[in-house]
């Protein structure tokens, strides 16, 4: 190799790269053809890796051919039209562009000094987004490295509005333990963010679904009756569009409502289901997200972006810098539009190219028909299902189906076993409403009518005993 192993001359990164943009169009072809899980041999593995101790340097074509052999057979293939999975997507072509460029350039988005063309892309997509979501005309948004990342920052909002002293003091400056709500079907990564807040796992409570999987809203308000009594401080209230086991969308204007009255934040965490405001036919199972302080969305999921991508979508901007300003000597400038100032992280990776490459190629339009189609694939699953005798636990109105056998069926850890073992599909067991499911999510934009039906017959199979 001319140039250095770390730095090669430019001609033999243009090779180097080359090469690799046809392995990687390879290793997709075969890993389309075959199995959705892995065959993955720990041991052998483990012997293989120790192999590394990085005192002599490998070659760099081996090192190439290497990892991609693992990748092969050492992950899930998400990126599989059979994985019919947790939210993630098999990324969209202008994200993984998106991606190339990121690493070439390696922008700083610290601050705007540094990238200003690259902070102002995030900001404008992130802000869009938020409009077109029903946030007020001055909301902003920025991009984190996920949905938990946004749900935590959140949380942190929240706890410095409700009390302003709780930046200096900590948890100590309030009156009472501060608490917060979220249904018992929504993402519990909650409660390790009220464990990092430093209010304590205690401050999260479950409230109870209303036998659809939905945050019931008559319970919540009586838990937060409830908590005042006792002396508590509810601080905010989280509604949950697209619940992970079974893509349920809370009472979202009746959240709001009660959040309102209560006097506290109101989060709504979309992750997943914000994706459906790029459709016009679907964005109205988004009604009363508008109410929202604030609002986590996932480009990472049915944005179809690469990992990590998520965003924090508010509508009061001074509420981001009450919680994450620093004032510090050595960087480049200080103002309100840094993000280091404004936001969890510090040095940041050009992330939201992802999406805006995305929105700008296939504008909202194509965006909706990507969701669009995931939805009506989940019904033809949903229908396949229902004519063999199954049950669909949750209605299956998005792209999530949960699915019940007829009588005399295997159980359904069981099925899911069989499934996953034969290596034709990816799903998994859930829990909706006190029972069993099965859990099946289109995610993947070229899922086939086909590959539906493949899974259907899959899933008949493994029900018999
Ligand atoms: C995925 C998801 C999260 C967590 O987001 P990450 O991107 O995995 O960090 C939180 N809430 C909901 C509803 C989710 O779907």
């Not at 679907?282 to 969305?297: M, P």
């Not at 694939?377 to 792209?399: D, I, K, P, S």
Request: charge should be neutral; proline fraction near 4%.
């Amino acid at each position: 190799m001319t140039g250095s192993a770390l730095f090669p001359s430019s001609e033999q990164r243009l090779a180097w790269t080359n090469r690799l943009t046809e392995m990687l169009s390879a290793a997709e072809l075969r890993m389309a053809q075959g199995s959705v899980t892995p065959t993955f041999d720990r041991d052998a593995f483990a012997a293989e890796l120790a192999g590394f101790d990085f005192d002599q340097p490998v070659a760099f074509e081996q090192l190439l051919e290497w990892t991609l052999a693992q990748m092969d057979h050492g992950v899930v293939h998400m990126t599989h039209p059979r994985y019919l999975g947790l939210f993630n997507p098999a990324p969209s072509f202008p994200a993984q562009c998106a991606d190339r460029i990121a690493a070439s350039f390696n922008p700083q988005l610290a601050t705007a000094t540094t990238s200003p063309a690259a902070v102002a892309i995030e900001a404008h997509v992130a802000g869009l987004l938020a409009r077109r979501i029903g946030l007020a005309a001055d909301a902003v948004g920025h991009f984190t490295s996920g949905g938990s990342e946004a749900n935590n920052t959140a949380l942190i909002c929240a706890l410095t509005r409700s009390e302003p002293d709780f930046a200096a003091s900590g948890s100590r400056a309030f009156a009472g333990q501060p608490v917060f709500y979220i249904s018992a079907d929504s993402h519990l990564a909650w409660i390790k963010f009220a464990h990092m807040a430093g209010i304590g796992r205690s401050a999260v409570r479950l409230v109870a679904t209303d036998g659809a999987g939905r945050m019931s809203a008559d319970v919540l308000e009586r838990a937060i009756a409830a908590d005042r009594g006792q002396g508590c401080v509810p601080v905010m209230i989280v509604a949950t569009a697209g619940t992970t086991s079974a893509g349920m969308i809370d009472p979202l204007a009746a959240c709001g409502a009660i959040a309102r009255r209560c006097g506290v934040w109101y989060h709504v965490d979309a992750a997943w289901g914000g994706a459906l405001a790029a459709s016009s036919r679907l964005r109205g199972k988004l009604a009363g997200i508008e109410a929202a302080d604030s609002v986590t969305i996932d480009a990472h999921k049915w944005f179809a972006t690469t990992m990590g991508c998520g965003m924090f979508l508010t509508a009061h901007p001074r509420a981001l810098l009450a919680a994450f300003n620093v004032t510090t000597s050595y960087m480049p400038t200080a103002s309100a539009i840094d993000p280091y100032m404004t936001t969890a992280q510090w040095s940041r990776r050009f992330v939201g190219l992802r999406l805006f490459l995305s929105l700008a190629a296939a504008g909202w339009a194509g965006h909706g028909a990507h969701v669009e189609r995931a939805v009506e694939l989940g019904h033809r699953l949903a229908e396949r299902m229902r004519e063999q005798g199954w049950t669909v636990a949750n209605g299956a109105e998005l792209a999530v189906v949960c699915l019940r056998p007829p009588a005399g069926s295997v159980t359904v850890r069981e099925i899911v076993g069989r499934v996953v073992g034969s290596g034709g599909a990816w799903i998994s067991a859930a829990r909706f409403e006190g029972g069993d499911v099965i859990r099946a999510c289109v995610t993947h934009g070229e899922t086939s009518t086909h590959d539906i039906d493949a899974v259907a017959t899959l899933l008949e199979r493994a029900r018999m005993g």
